[in-house]
């Protein structure tokens, strides 16, 4: 059928405050231009992050009702430590918070003054997080993942010769490769198992720990399933376990595919660095049982991890963002193809020629998307990744706008909105202008910043 259909019913709904385009205009001026600053009331479609906003299932449900809140040993935390274990083989399971609370656990031991940590794409959270330690983050993916308009399937995958000529020369710096599964910051592009296996076997050939952030495994092994030879007939949990058989260590935010409104964990198969990871786990978060996390939260997540790699749910999750693609190639605006696993990737760079790299074209994408329908989105560019360690700027490798799509949260005729907002855009796309950054952190600033119009 050519009708998407969700593979669930809803049980459960959460109004809409429908706001006009005047409000929404003066809600932005007094947001300073930053949509992380609006109020979640003030938006009709939130996409600004997928990030812990989806909606648990009944069964999630039933499973807090199970959550146990004694502070160490709770049935809990053994309910969740065997659900990651199901899909994971590593040794040490260590919850946390969030994803970012295991990426600065991670750094706090592997990071520091002269360190270099190679990645294919880095996001914002996992690159401050090395920066934060005096370390240096260095991007290694493919030619074709910096390229919107290629049509490679595994845009996401590291660059092999890249990645070997960088330990050739920084070998003695760098503690560790890692590899983010799907690429978030370069369009949400898959990485293929091939490319998974042969980056380990890189990696430890120059004796180097192999790691993997595998916030969005599930989409990741679902894309490998349905665009790499050979694994088309196979289990989407068995791809999974492929994946992470050949890796040191991983870092999780569940709050993407593990159907989580928080938490995340790290993963270690060495038993001395876990060790080092439990003493900074306890000054920071929590007991090494709960990490940060209420045992309703872990038993969760427990549920949550079998729920993900449900076949039937991923390929809606993936067709759902392939659809809205193809509307908008139909009215010729720009977007990363193919399309993404969580995310929807528009170009602004393209789309806003007129406006130049550090005058954050995607920026303006956003504020204008958002003052016509009301949609939330984020910009992954120049405002997010243009600040450099020292203190200079410089475009980013793209400019895009992201869309991110909240798990089990809105339906087509979300979706159809959502295009026809953007076919509202298109009609005043040359009239945009650009912004500029008039306060600014000094971390991760496009959380925080205020923009005004130029």
């Known amino acids: 059928m050519k009708t998407i259909i969700e593979p669930f019913r809803i049980k459960s709904v959460e109004p809409i405050r429908m706001t006009t385009r005047a409000e929404r205009e003066r809600l932005i001026r007094e947001a300073d231009f930053n949509l992380f600053s609006l109020a979640s009331d003030d938006v009709l479609i939130d996409l600004l992050t997928d990030s812990g906003t989806g909606a648990m299932s009944s069964e999630q449900w039933a499973a807090i009702m199970r959550g146990d809140e004694s502070y160490a040993g709770s049935p809990s935390f053994y309910r969740f430590e065997a659900a990651v274990k199901n899909l994971m083989p590593f040794k040490h399971i260590i919850p946390t918070h969030q994803g970012r609370a295991a990426e600065s656990i991670l750094f706090a031991m592997l990071g520091g003054a002269g360190q270099i940590i190679p990645n294919n794409t880095h996001f914002d959270t996992t690159r401050g997080n090395i920066e934060a330690s005096g370390a240096r983050a260095d991007d290694l993916v493919i030619a074709e993942g910096t390229d919107p308009t290629s049509l490679h399937p595994f845009k996401g995958n590291m660059d092999l010769e890249r990645l070997t ?38 990696a430890h050939k120059f004796g180097k720990l192999f790691i993997i952030d595998g916030c969005r495994f599930a989409e990741n ?60 786990l306890i000054r920071t978060e929590g007991f090494p049982t709960y990490g940060g996390m209420s045992g309703r939260d872990l038993d969760a997540l427990a549920q949550g991890l079998t729920e993900i790699v ?89 400019d895009l706008v992201r869309l991110a799509f909240p798990r089990r949260t809105y339906t087509q005729s979300h979706a159809d909105y959502i295009v026809e907002a953007f076919e509202e855009l298109q009609g005043i796309i040359s009239t945009l202008k650009g912004y500029k950054i008039v306060e600014e952190p000094a971390l991760m600033r496009h959380f925080t910043c205020k923009f005004e119009k130029m």
């Open 221 to 280: 092994a679902f894309f490998i399933k349905t665009r790499e030879p050979g694994q088309g007939n196979r289990e989407i949990v068995d791809i999974v376990r492929d994946c992470f058989a050949v890796a040191d260590a991983m870092t999780m935010s569940a709050k993407k595919d593990g159907f989580g409104n928080i938490g995340g964990w790290l993963a270690i198969n060495d038993d001395d660095l876990a060790v080092e990871a439990r003493t900074h």
């Open 310 to 398: 449900d076949e039937d749910y991923l390929r809606y999750r993936l067709r759902t963002n392939a659809y809205i693609v193809e509307k908008l190639v139909k009215l010729g605006i720009p977007v990363v193809q193919p399309a993404g696993g969580h995310a929807v990737f528009i170009d602004a760079r393209a789309w806003l020629s007129h406006v130049d790299p550090l005058a954050y074209p995607g920026q303006a994408v956003a504020v204008a998307l958002y003052e016509i329908g009301g949609i939330r989105s984020c910009e992954i560019g120049t405002a997010m990744f243009g600040r450099q360690p020292d203190g200079s700027e410089k475009p980013a490798a793209m």
């Open 165 to 202: 000529a960088h330990l050739e020369e920084h070998g003695d710096a760098v503690p560790c490769v890692m590899l983010t599964i799907t690429n978030n910051a370069g369009g949400g592009q898959p990485v293929s198992l091939e490319n998974i296996r042969a980056t380990a076997e890189i």
